[in-house]
């Protein structure tokens, strides 16, 4: 038995692929949500609450921990995910389970060269900070634990995201498409079942513990061609793809927090930013999914939204 807690993109995705392959999962969110499959139990947990988890973990070979912060905000992120992380830490350590986490890019503090498992991570200040120190706390912790680091996220059930609503909803409409920063230069972007794949990999094999891994990712690709892989899949014309300056977003973060949350992941968006998961896929015995196959995978599924 498998616990997934939250069932955001990611988790939804890991308690799916688990169930398809046999395996009984119980996913914890606030509200019991969760896939509807026979071998899937959905429970209301709140991971924050130290006395409902250890039976909620008990009999658990894995714990998946896929919440994310109430909000897009270093503030929330630094009230809400560092407290829920050592919980349920200490919640498998009871039931004698791995934790395995899924990753951003954003503590590494060399990002203008392409990122490797041995790159640097101690990226500091703001969301950034917060995921440093929350894979410190987790190198520092006795409980088994797997950090799985992916790009930005695109494919089914992806939403709010650079290459989710944004940028699908209006190739599919036949609009023109709004990003940030450049739009021509390379950058990674990956696949949420592969991500949820290379996650139960790790988890299954005590030799992939305690590390940092990458998940398998395909060549890093501009905006402007991700968004054409979504035209091509579609079947319909290439869209527009138009890019906001990040000098505007900066001003306009100056009254508006939201924009300003943006604004502080430009850089991500202003060079190259390029992730490197050779050796990763090597060690889980993974590749990526090709870019095709899965933008006609991520189409199918906003269609599908759509009836």
Not at 28 to 35: D, E, I, Q, V
Not at 162 to 176: I, N, Q, T
Request: aromatic share 8%; hydrophobic share 45%.
């Amino acid at each position: 038995m498998y616990v997934v807690t939250g069932a955001g993109p990611v988790g939804w995705t890991v308690a799916g692929q688990l169930a398809a392959a046999g395996h009984r999962v119980r996913v914890l969110t606030r509200s019991g949500s969760g896939p509807d499959h026979p071998l899937v139990e959905k429970r209301a947990v709140d991971v924050s609450d130290a006395d409902r988890l250890g039976d909620a973990f008990a009999g658990a070979l894995a714990v998946f921990h896929c919440i994310h912060g109430s909000q897009y905000s270093a503030r929330a992120w630094a009230e809400e995910l560092p407290a829920a992380e050592q919980t349920v830490l200490a919640a498998a350590a009871g039931a004698g389970a791995v934790v395995v986490f899924p990753e951003s890019l954003y503590s590494y503090s060399k990002p203008e060269r392409p990122m490797t498992e041995e790159g640097p991570r101690e990226a500091q200040g703001g969301k950034r900070g917060i995921r440093t120190s929350l894979l410190k706390a987790r190198a520092a912790s006795a409980t088994d634990t797997v950090s799985m680091v992916a790009g930005d996220f695109f494919g089914p059930g992806v939403r709010g995201a650079h290459a989710g609503e944004r940028m699908v909803k209006p190739v599919l409409a036949g609009k023109s498409v709004m990003v940030v920063g450049n739009a021509g230069l390379p950058h990674s972007f990956t696949y949420v079942p592969d991500l949820a794949a290379a996650m139960i990999r790790a988890a299954q094999d005590p030799a992939l513990w305690n590390r940092v891994w990458h998940t398998p990712t395909g060549p890093a690709v501009a905006q402007r061609e991700i968004a054409e892989a979504f035209a091509a899949a579609a079947g319909v014309r290439t869209a527009r793809v138009a890019a906001v300056p990040g000098w505007v977003l900066r001003t306009m973060g100056m009254f508006s927090p939201g924009t300003r949350e943006l604004a502080e992941t430009l850089y991500q968006f202003e060079h190259p930013f390029v992730m490197d998961s050779r050796a990763s896929e090597a060690a889980l015995g993974l590749h990526p999914t090709p870019l095709k196959e899965a933008a006609a995978a991520t189409v199918a599924w906003w269609r599908d939204q759509e009836r």
